[in-house]
């Protein structure tokens, strides 16, 4: 490799450091540049000027060799004459070039003018002089004029020598004048005390002055500036001194180290004759060893001397390590390297790494052997176990396989290197790693391509569907295939692609479109082409073709489905909760509102949709189905449903009965001739008048709980959600204006302006249609009562079927009541009970209930019927508790049981009673009856009050119950014996009846007579005894 350097602005010595590396070795050397100053050359085309002449000045800047130089020149010109106006200078002294030309014009000036011409070269200080002889007079030469003569002992010298400078005067024929001399000498070294002027600058009666100039730590050009006066008469000169620079030379004492070893280092100060020179000197000393701590350096590196040695160990540096050293000798830089070879001969450490192949060129199906050496310094073997590292693009990409242990303790191994599906070149690096070095090696191989035989469908990413074009979701599907040859990958081969349907016939455009017809295989033997959905639904799949073998491969189906928003219903997890006057979570009282949401062919949306949830009045929350708290009632539709959960707070419509509506965005329903997805000049809207839709609004459960009358129609009790803005403009807060008016349908169809064509905007409005639903549930209490289909009391009762003779049955419990009508069970607000109530029968004593089955209550805005049953009696003169039972669902998955009985008996049994109910008291005396005594008020007579009728159901009598009364034996009854019940009252007054025992009884004979109550009662005849027989007594002869 070969590299330009250019000086450009540089002067002086400059250190030029190289780095890098070979085969993955890292080298690096230095090499010392010495650029030789530039000087001003000074000319001028007339030097002795009488007043109003002019000279033309020329300064151009030289090599050291005398070759013009050519760059940025910026320079200053100034005389005696010049300061005083006495002569003027003309034109420009900076530009670009080899030289600068201005011009000198005497005005005044008398006697020898010294021009001082200085600046600087590049950035290099340059300078000066040359001396123009002027006159006041014309053509004529100055008389007794002084001049003075400089006479330097060295230009050129070095910076340990020094040089006499001697002043001579003459006159202007160059002969010598004697006088007094009174000097001062400047310079750009000695204004900064590098170089120092020694010996007198005076004497008087002398022709000639000398003093010595000393460069100490100068270098380079220092010019002169001389200047005073000769018999008080001003002289000036200037004459430039150049002073070599010096160099810093390094010598090695052994320059081939193993590890630890040390040599010596001796940096020697030399001028440009390469003599040893003395001064201060101050060195700093590095190398890619030194950094990685792999070597180091010790001893004193300043000195007063012309030289200084340290010391250099190699510790485990290997290789070449170029060593920098650089500083300053009196303040001047200098700069030297120089490089030390680190070996490991003896200890095998490694220091490069080499590969080589069998074959620099295989088949698709073959394999190469490759030779892989660890070697030293001095190329032997190197020692230890090494675990190389293989890489290569093919290799990266899974298209090549090292068959083979990378692992070797004897410096060297040898592994197959196996193709499968690369193909072109592939390099192959060796890759070492030794502590914190790395060495590498790298082979090239050509692998020839294989011949496809094989085209196959790997995936389609991110599934088998695509989502309507704009209607969200998946809207594009990447499909993948593979081209291989003996199940090997095959890269670089160019693969078309048809989109088809099920049935092999092209898609049309308005189903999905390919992105692009063709591409080439990439290294893994891949291709992938993306698909891009339509306006309408279908089922695609791709085929891919080889172009060049013809082979085919064809994807999965892919649906394109799931269009924008259509048909939006709600359900509900129940509609008679356990939530009045209720709160919190517990799942009897809640109600879990789903919302799906379809395309207009009924296919699932994308994902994202968001549904609302209202209520008119705040009654309860709406709550995310994750969440704990109130999101102000709304959830995003994910695979067609999301759902959210009303939970009770206490607050309750006073009827029991809640009204929500549901609602998200979407488009209005339309007949789509031409089935492209699109709402066309052709399509028909509305084809139903339900299909123009108004603003959402509550439709409420009508009727008084006996039925659902959702009439789809806003009445005027109904609220209404307000979704419609004034206009396109935003309030003051940034909100939409809504208009505050209910929106009826109209009249044009509502959507997506991306299924509306520009033809057919006319019959669009340009927004979105408002889909919703609005639905009712009941807050059910769980405190039933027993009430009619109305849900108002029961009918009245018929107690005479409710004296059941053995052997009968009656059906309950609709035998119950007068009208035979079902009863219900319906809570405090007549409205149906909780959801998951159990109804059942149950009898307690001697009956039995059958024929029903335990009925639960499901979701229902309805009040439910008393399941049916049949009871029987048992036994006679017993009652039976009938009871019809309820079940409910209580919180922490408790339940609460009620149960409301009714009496039944299977037979009345009386006894006789007081008004209070009590058993009458009898007047003993009473019973026994003297014939022909008179007339007996019967039962009265025998009692001490009014006798009742009690019974063993404390129930007053069926309506129509009949009395008689019976006799056995000598009395008779006077007077009707036959009563009828026409109240219901109870306890029952016994009619009366006169009883009389008449004198043909036979005196001389003691007879009894017995008294019956018969009573007809529910179509059965009880017949009662009085408790004592009557004694008829004959009176005495």
């Not at 293989?390 to 070797?408: F, K, P, R, W």
């Not at 295939?481 to 692609?497: C, D, I, K, R, Y």
């Not at 189906?557 to 939006?568: A, H, K, S, Y």
């Not at 149950?842 to 805005?861: E, P, Y």
């Amino acid at each position: 490799m070969t590299l330009t350097y250019t000086a450009d602005r540089c002067f002086g010595q400059d250190q030029l450091t190289l780095a890098g590396t070979f085969n993955g070795l890292a080298i690096s050397d230095n090499i010392a540049l010495t650029i030789n100053p530039v000087e001003l050359s000074i000319n001028v085309d007339d030097t002795n000027l009488f007043s109003g002449q002019t000279a033309n000045i020329t300064a151009q800047i030289r090599n050291s060799t005398g070759q013009p130089v050519s760059g940025d020149i910026q320079l200053q010109a100034n005389s005696d004459c010049v300061v005083l106006n006495k002569a003027t200078l003309g034109g420009s002294l900076n530009g670009q070039g080899t030289q600068i030309s201005f011009t000198y014009e005497n005005n005044t000036c008398e006697g020898n003018d010294v021009v001082l011409i200085s600046g600087k070269f590049n950035d290099q200080t340059i300078s000066g002089d040359t001396t123009i002889k002027t006159s006041e007079g014309v053509d004529t030469q100055p008389a007794d004029e002084v001049e003075v003569n400089v006479i330097t002992s060295l230009q050129t010298m070095e910076s340990n020598q020094t040089s006499n400078i001697t002043v001579q005067a003459i006159n202007g024929q160059g002969a010598p004048l004697t006088g007094d001399f009174a000097l001062i000498v400047n310079s750009p070294c000695l204004t900064i005390d590098r170089s120092e002027i020694t010996g007198s600058l005076s004497v008087n009666a002398a022709s000639s002055l000398t003093f010595t100039y000393d460069p100490k730590g100068c270098y380079g050009n220092d010019p002169l500036s001389i200047s005073g006066t000769f018999n008080s008469q001003p002289v000036q000169a200037i004459t430039t001194v150049t002073v070599n620079p010096v160099s810093l030379a390094l010598n090695v004492e052994d320059s081939e180290l193993l590890l630890n070893e040390t040599t010596s280092i001796t940096a020697q100060i030399q001028d440009s004759k390469g003599q040893p020179v003395s001064g201060n000197i101050s060195l700093q000393v590095n190398s890619d060893c030194i950094v990685l701590n792999k070597s180091s350096v010790s001893g004193a590196l300043t000195a007063q001397n012309s030289n200084l040695a340290f010391d250099y160990t190699t510790a485990t540096c290997i290789g070449s390590d170029n060593i920098s050293v650089a500083g300053t000798f009196d303040e001047q830089p200098v700069a030297a390297t120089a490089s030390i070879q680190g070996s490991e001969a003896t200890q095998g450490i490694p220091s490069q790494v080499t590969i080589s192949s069998n074959t620099a060129v295989i088949g698709a199906q073959d394999e190469a052997t490759l030779n892989i050496q660890i070697l030293t310094a001095n190329n032997s073997p190197a020692s230890g176990t090494f675990n190389v590292e293989l890489v290569s693009a093919c290799l990266s990409a899974g298209l090549a396989n090292i068959d083979g242990s990378t692992e070797t303790n004897s410096g060297s191994f040898e592994v197959k290197y196996v193709p499968f599906g690369c193909s072109g070149n592939d390099d192959i690096t060796a890759r070492v790693r030794n502590e914190d070095e790395t060495f590498e090696a790298t082979l090239s191989l050509t692998v020839n391509a294989a011949l496809p035989d094989g085209l196959s469908w790997i995936e389609n990413q991110p599934g088998n569907s695509l989502n309507i074009l704009g209607a969200g979701g998946v809207q594009n599907v990447k499909v993948t295939f593979a081209l291989t040859a003996s199940g090997v990958p095959v890269p670089q081969q160019e693969v078309a692609f048809s989109l088809l349907d099920e049935s092999n016939s092209p898609i049309p455009s308005s189903i999905a479109t390919l992105l692009t017809t063709s591409a080439i295989t990439d290294n893994t033997g891949q291709i992938t082409v993306t698909i891009k959905s339509g306006t309408r639904r279908g089922d695609v799949k791709v085929v891919a073709t080889h172009v060049t073998s013809g082979t085919s491969a064809e994807s999965k189906l892919i649906g394109v489905r799931g269009g924008f928003p259509n048909d939006f219903n709600i359900s509900l997890s129940t509609q008679n909760p356990n939530a009045w006057n209720r709160t919190g979570n517990d799942p009897i009282q809640i109600v879990e509102i789903t919302a799906f949401l379809d395309d207009k062919e009924g296919d699932i949306i994308p994902d994202g949709a968001t549904v609302l949830f209202e209520q008119s009045e705040s009654y309860g929350q709406f709550r995310s189905s994750e969440g704990s708290q109130s999101d102000g009632g709304s959830c995003v539709i994910e695979n067609g449903t999301c759902s959210v959960t009303w939970v009770p707070d206490g607050n309750q419509p006073s009827d029991g009965r809640l009204t929500f509506i549901a609602y998200t965005k979407g488009h209005e329903r339309f007949r789509d001739k031409n089935d492209n997805g699109l709402f066309d000049s052709g399509d028909d809207f509305p084809v139903l008048s339900s299909d123009d839709l108004s603003e959402p609004f509550y439709d409420k459960l009508k009727g008084n709980g006996t039925f659902a009358e959702f009439n789809n129609i806003k009445d005027t009790d109904e609220n209404y959600k307000d979704t419609l803005t004034k206009n396109t403009a935003a309030t003051s807060t940034g909100l939409p204006a809504f208009d505050g008016e209910f929106t009826e349908a109209n009249g044009l169809w509502d959507g997506p302006l991306d299924m509306c064509p520009p033809e057919n905007r006319s019959r669009c409005s340009g927004a979105e249609a408002t889909l919703y639903a609005s639905s009712t549930f009941i807050l059910s209490d769980d405190t039933p009562r027993v009430c009619d289909a109305n849900g108002n009391s029961p009918p009245a009762y018929n107690l005479n079927n409710w004296i059941v003779p053995i052997g009968s049955s009656i059906n309950i419990p609709r035998d119950l009541t007068n009208d035979d009508s079902q009863l219900y069970l319906c809570d405090i607000n007549s409205n149906v009970l909780p959801k998951g109530t159990v109804m059942s029968w149950n009898s307690t004593g001697s009956g039995d209930v059958v024929g029903f089955i335990d009925t639960t209550i499901q979701n229902n805005l309805l009040i439910q019927p008393i399941p049916s049953a049949v009871y029987a009696p048992t036994s006679s003169n017993s009652v039976s508790i009938l009871s019809v039972e309820a079940v409910i669902p209580q919180p922490d998955s408790g339940s609460l049981e009620w149960a409301k009985p009714f009496r039944t008996p299977s037979a009345y049994a009386f006894y006789l009673c007081d008004a209070t109910k009590n058993p009458i008291a009898y007047s003993p005396d009473n019973f026994t009856i003297t014939p022909g005594s008179g007339v007996k008020e019967i039962p009265r007579h025998l009692a001490t009050s009014d006798v009742y009728l009690c019974n063993n159901i404390d129930t007053a009598l069926p309506s129509g119950t009949t009395f008689s009364w019976k006799e056995e034996g000598a009395g008779v009854f006077t007077g009707s014996t036959l009563g009828i019940l026409s109240d219901n009252t109870y306890p029952t007054l016994l009619p009366t009846v006169n009883y009389n025992v008449p004198n043909a009884v036979d005196t001389n004979v003691d007879t009894s007579g017995k008294i019956n109550l018969v009573v007809v009662a529910g179509n059965i005849q009880y017949t009662i005894s009085l408790p004592f027989d009557i004694s008829f007594i004959a009176p005495t002869p």
